[in-house]
């Protein structure tokens, strides 16, 4: 029979591949849209009717409750958050209403409505902050270093909470920083490969960052959705780290971009402290054996490749806004 998967934060990044991929599985996909004066489907546009959109927010616990009735799903893909780290500093309390008691909000309606349901949370790296040992596993104790991290940590022990409670299938995936063209412009690696587009086609100057230092664990954001699936369909439910396992600083990032353009990154990166952490994250990287025995699952994409893919994507991208501009620079000249 036709599964039914219903994900939140279908807008997102991580959202917008996952509905890609359960449709071309054979799924029937729910989505949920929060309500904006502004639409946010730009990720999500070209899969038009073949994904269905309801609408709840994760502060509404009823709305979540009559989308489980309506919908039935099997499996729910809680992606919604507030997931840029430094806005959780300035929204600390939203950022715990959305990103923790959001993740409570959820199990108590499927608990309420079909405990059967299947639920995948989105934790993450930034749950570890300031790592207690390299490199990171399932077990490694948690250090949240930001309002974001410590509101990940709630739900992911609310999941392993109403797992061990109420016997649900409650899984977690603990994923390291993932990336491709539907990044948010405001994350690291897309504000990088999309400034040095621009400075290399002469649209900018010069591009302002915080800390230089600070280590990742970067992969391609199509593997790591597949990795959430696998986590949803294994015998037992429980927490996988999703990880390269390998790390680069973000001035790598920085200069191996930049230099995919012909430019070097000294020439215009400025360092801003408008864009430094209250406290930092300094080193992340993951050890992923426990999902590469466990579901088959491994990165395909190395660090140097998804540089391509993003500095290629976003090169594309400056070219098409400027000839959209010039189009109507030109049409405004006339009348
Ligand atoms: P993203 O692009 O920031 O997307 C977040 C999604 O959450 C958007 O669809 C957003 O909707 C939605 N949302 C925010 N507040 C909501 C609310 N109150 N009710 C309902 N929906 C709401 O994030 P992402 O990169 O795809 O990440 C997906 C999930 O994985 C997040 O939970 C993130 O914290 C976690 N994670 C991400 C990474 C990573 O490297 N990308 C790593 C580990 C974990 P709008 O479009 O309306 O804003
Ligand atoms: N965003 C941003 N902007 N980051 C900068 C900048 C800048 O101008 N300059 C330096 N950085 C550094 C940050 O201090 C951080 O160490 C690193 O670049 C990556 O920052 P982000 O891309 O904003 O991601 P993040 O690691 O804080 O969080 C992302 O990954 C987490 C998984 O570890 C988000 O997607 C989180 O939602 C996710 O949980």
Request: aromatic share 10%.
């Amino acid at each position: 029979m036709r599964k039914t998967a219903f994900i939140t934060g279908v807008t997102g990044q991580d959202g917008s591949y996952l509905a890609e991929l359960l449709l071309a599985k054979g799924y029937r996909v729910v989505g949920m849209i929060r309500r904006t004066s502004t639409v946010p489907t730009e990720r999500i546009y070209h899969l038009g009717e073949t994904l269905e959109i309801v609408s709840g927010d994760l502060l509404d616990e009823k709305s979540l409750r009559h989308i489980l009735e309506t919908c039935q799903p099997d499996e729910v893909y809680n992606l919604a958050a507030q997931s840029f780290v430094p806005e959780s500093w300035t929204q600390a309390v939203l950022t715990g209403e959305i990103t923790g008691l959001g993740v409570t909000r959820m199990l108590n309606a499927i608990h309420d409505v079909n405990p059967h349901i299947r639920f995948y949370q989105a934790s993450t790296s930034e749950m570890f902050g300031k790592a207690q040992e390299v490199p990171q596993n399932e077990r490694t104790p948690l250090y949240p270093r930001s309002p974001y991290g410590a509101a990940k940590v709630y739900g992911h022990w609310m999941t392993i909470n109403f797992r061990e409670s109420y016997g649900m299938f409650a899984a977690t995936g603990i994923l390291f920083n993932h990336e491709s063209p539907r990044r948010g412009m405001e994350f690291l690696t897309r504000k990088v490969t999309y400034a040095a587009a621009r400075i290399a086609a002469g649209l900018q100057t010069e591009l302002r960052l915080g800390n230089m230092d600070a280590q990742r664990d970067w992969g391609y954001a199509p593997d790591y959705v597949e990795g959430m699936w696998r986590i949803l369909q294994a015998d037992e439910p429980s927490d996988y780290v999703l990880a390269t396992g390998e790390t680069h600083s973000v001035r790598e990032w920085v200069e191996k971009s930049f230099r995919a353009l012909g430019l070097d990154y000294k020439d215009y990166v400025v360092t801003d402290p408008r864009f430094v952490r209250p406290a930092e994250v300094d080193l992340l990287v993951g050890d992923p054996c426990k999902a590469h025995n466990l579901l088959d699952w491994k990165p395909t994409v190395t660090f140097d490749q998804l540089i391509a893919i993003m500095v290629e994507a976003d090169k594309a991208l400056v070219a098409e806004q400027e000839a959209t501009r010039q189009v109507i620079a030109k049409l405004r000249s006339i009348h």
